[in-house]
């Protein structure tokens, strides 16, 4: 994937932030659900975002729902990631890669621990730091991905 054109730049960003959702919100999300460590997945809380009710958010178009809101959440956070790197450059790119996902969790922290009623699902504080990881090594992997397949 090398000699991309600077046309190329927004389509690596935004791919680079969607397979890091895949590894890092969804294949995480599995592993702590089949651990016991998570009551849901991470599509049913994206989904959470756009629809209310358990039975709903836990249906067949709620699943499609929820991974396309994490897509898409994954692409915007890939865009905001390329944006930084592109004006700030790729020296470090990790922290600030690892700044943008802090920056999500802390938002996440945010609605779902000041705002609770607004869900379906609640995420206790201790539900809420197991994604920690899960945002840092997002921000970290989506600008390690965009520096890559930059050059």
């Not at 994954?74 to 920056?103: A, Q, T, V």
């Amino acid at each position: 994937m090398s000699n991309w054109k600077d046309d190329d730049k927004t389509l690596i960003w935004v791919l680079s932030g969607i397979i890091s959702t895949v590894i890092f919100s969804d294949a995480y999300s599995i592993l702590l659900k089949l651990v016991g460590a998570e009551p849901q997945y991470s599509w049913n809380f994206a989904a959470d975002y756009i629809i209310q009710g358990r039975r709903n958010i836990e249906s067949f178009y709620g699943i499609i729902i929820g991974i396309t809101v994490n897509f898409f959440i994954g692409s915007i956070n890939g865009f905001l990631i390329g944006l930084i790197l592109d004006w700030r450059g790729p020296k470090y790119y990790w922290m600030k890669g690892i700044g943008i996902g802090l920056s999500n969790w802390i938002a996440l922290g945010i609605m779902t621990q000041v705002c609770p009623q607004l869900f379906t699902y609640h995420l206790s504080p201790l539900n809420y730091f197991t994604y920690i990881f899960s945002y840092l090594a997002f921000g970290a992997f989506t600008a390690y991905l965009i520096v890559k397949w930059s050059k």
